[in-house]
């Protein structure tokens, strides 16, 4: 007997839920290797002054030698998973408010539509939608609008951050605007992942709506 095609919102809400569980894998990642990196900082570990003749060369201090190749390794970790789950947690915050858009204007989209390029989803251009009007009646849209301005205050840190990359004789004032704006675009990924849980709260919430105004009568 074949199995049952699930209905488009179950597929909608699994797309959600899967791009937050991606953020939270990729977060969980982040925080071992930053962990990971503090564990081998040789400022923070108590030094063997042993060394030992390598043939043909000088002398190598094999655990200087191994805190340094792993500190390598763990930083090159710690910067790689940061990207992820920074583009993941974007992914889930526009992907899930994108839903949650489509839904309030009477479609039923199976999925979550984002693209992909290099392993990394491509975020729809423009900032996230301003859905406090439309959730009105929903308790949380206050909390979702608050979140929403904070990403986008905390995008627009990394843009000016990014702008000034290439950059390396700046002003005192630009230097010290950069490092302002370094630390406010450091908490983009959290940002967005809180803002991704928020909206798949709201999600839920035009669902089950659009659900109770049919079994009413109330979309003929």
């Known amino acids: 007997m074949p199995k049952p095609t699930p209905a488009w919102f179950d597929t909608l809400t699994a797309s959600a839920h899967a791009l937050g569980a991606a953020a939270r894998e990729y977060r969980t990642?982040?925080?071992?290797a930053c962990t990971a990196s503090w564990n081998v900082d040789p400022t923070r570990v108590l030094p063997i002054n042993g060394k030992l003749s390598v043939l043909e060369?000088?002398?190598?201090?094999?655990?200087?030698?191994?805190?340094?190749?792993?500190?390598e390794l763990y930083g090159s970790l710690r910067d790689t998973t940061k990207k992820l789950y920074e583009n993941?947690?974007?992914?889930?915050?526009?992907?899930?408010?994108?839903?949650?858009?489509?839904v309030l204007n009477g479609e039923r989209p199976?999925?979550?539509e984002l693209g992909r390029r290099d392993s990394r989803y491509v975020l729809p251009a423009g900032p996230l939608p301003d859905l406090r009007s439309a959730l009105s009646r929903w308790t949380g849209s206050?909390?979702?609008a608050s979140l929403?301005?904070?990403?986008?205050?905390?995008?627009?840190?990394l843009a000016y951050v990014s702008d000034f990359a290439c950059y390396e004789d700046l002003a005192e004032y630009e230097s010290a605007d950069l490092a302002h704006a370094s630390e406010r675009a450091a908490g983009l990924a959290d940002s967005?992942?809180?803002?991704?849980?928020?909206?798949?709260?709201?999600?839920?919430?035009?669902?089950?709506?659009?659900a109770t105004n049919h079994a009413s009568g109330g979309d003929r």
């Open 142 to 144: 206050e909390r979702l």
């Open 29 to 32: 990642a982040h925080q071992t």
């Open 88 to 102: 993941t947690a974007q992914a889930y915050a526009y992907g899930t408010a994108a839903a949650v858009k489509s």
């Open 192 to 210: 967005a992942y809180a803002y991704g849980e928020a909206a798949e709260s709201a999600l839920h919430f035009v669902l089950l709506t659009a």
């Open 57 to 71: 060369r000088d002398f190598v201090r094999p655990q200087d030698d191994a805190l340094w190749r792993l500190g």
């Open 148 to 157: 929403r301005q904070r990403v986008l205050e905390q995008e627009h840190a």
């Open 110 to 112: 199976p999925h979550i």
